[in-house]
């Protein structure tokens, strides 16, 4: 069992920079695929970014490539996720996943993670 708490989130003016934190409870955090979801009002899930425990990093859409940049701290057992150049369009509640294994199909679905944190609100106003 994972247990994941996200920080950081808050209200920030477009063109602003927020840094997402994920606290792992597992002690070997490298072993699992992480990754960040988000969802806006009124969508689905959408996956944003993940990550192998050797640190090789898939973007789920090429678009936030730039912007957004996964990483973590095996030793802090922590992910982060460093949000630059925000749009309001980046408005969501944004979640921490874990899951031990490759899921055919791709990590970027919302039903490749077994584990989630309970989301911490982003806010970009205009």
């Known amino acids: 069992q994972v247990q994941l708490v996200e920080s950081g989130g808050g209200s920030v003016q477009a063109g602003g920079s927020l840094r997402l934190s994920c606290a792992a409870s597992?002690?070997?955090?490298?072993?699992?695929?992480m990754a960040w979801f988000r969802q806006a009002p009124g969508k689905e899930r959408e996956g944003v970014v993940w990550i192998q425990g050797n640190g090789e990093s898939i973007y789920c859409a090429d678009f936030l490539k730039g912007r957004f940049t996964i990483s973590q701290d095996i030793a802090k057992k922590a992910l982060y996720l460093q949000m630059n150049s925000l749009k309001p369009e980046d408005t969501a509640m944004y979640y921490c996943?874990?899951?031990?294994?490759?899921?055919?199909?791709?990590?970027?679905?919302?039903?490749?993670?077994?584990?989630w944190g309970q989301g911490t609100q982003v806010t970009v106003s205009s």
């Open positions: 597992h002690h070997t955090l490298s072993s699992y695929y």
């Open positions: 996943a874990a899951n031990l294994d490759y899921v055919l199909g791709g990590m970027c679905r919302e039903g490749a993670f077994d584990y």
